[in-house]
């Protein structure tokens, strides 16, 4: 089992920029893939960026293609994800999930474990 811990959300302006992290407990971390999600209110939770086990592969929702970056150092047990060019319609509660298979994959079912989330509010 892992925990996770999201930090690094907050208050920022159109156009700027945030660095999510996801912190894991445990020594397994290189053995899950890795996912960002976020819920804006009243919206269902949709998927943002996922990362292999090595951090070799990667993928992204189109909406944020060309602006946010999905890495991990497995050495610290942590995800991050930057964001660049924020939107306030990305205004959202952003959460961190582990997927105990080796597939890098954009739907939530498949992931086993969650953060808590953390809120990230982007105004105009």
């Known amino acids: 089992q892992v925990q996770l811990v999201e930090s690094g959300g907050g208050l920022v302006q159109a156009g700027g920029s945030l660095r999510l992290s996801c912190a894991a407990s445990?020594?397994?971390?290189?053995?899950?893939?890795m996912g960002w999600f976020r819920q804006a209110p009243g919206k269902e939770r949709e998927f943002v960026a996922a990362?292999?086990?090595?951090?070799?592969?990667?993928t992204y929702a189109d909406s944020v293609k060309g602006r946010f970056t999905i890495s991990r150092d497995n050495a610290k047990n942590t995800m991050y994800l930057q964001m660049n060019s924020l939107k306030p319609e990305e205004t959202a509660v952003y959460y961190c999930?582990?997927?105990?298979?080796?597939?890098?994959?954009?739907?939530?079912?498949?992931?086993?474990?969650w953060g808590r989330g953390i809120q990230v509010t982007v105004s105009s």
């Open positions: 999930a582990a997927d105990r298979t080796p597939f890098v994959v954009a739907t939530s079912a498949a992931y086993d474990y």
């Open positions: 990362i292999s086990r090595n951090g070799g592969s990667t």
């Open positions: 445990g020594r397994t971390f290189s053995s899950y893939a």
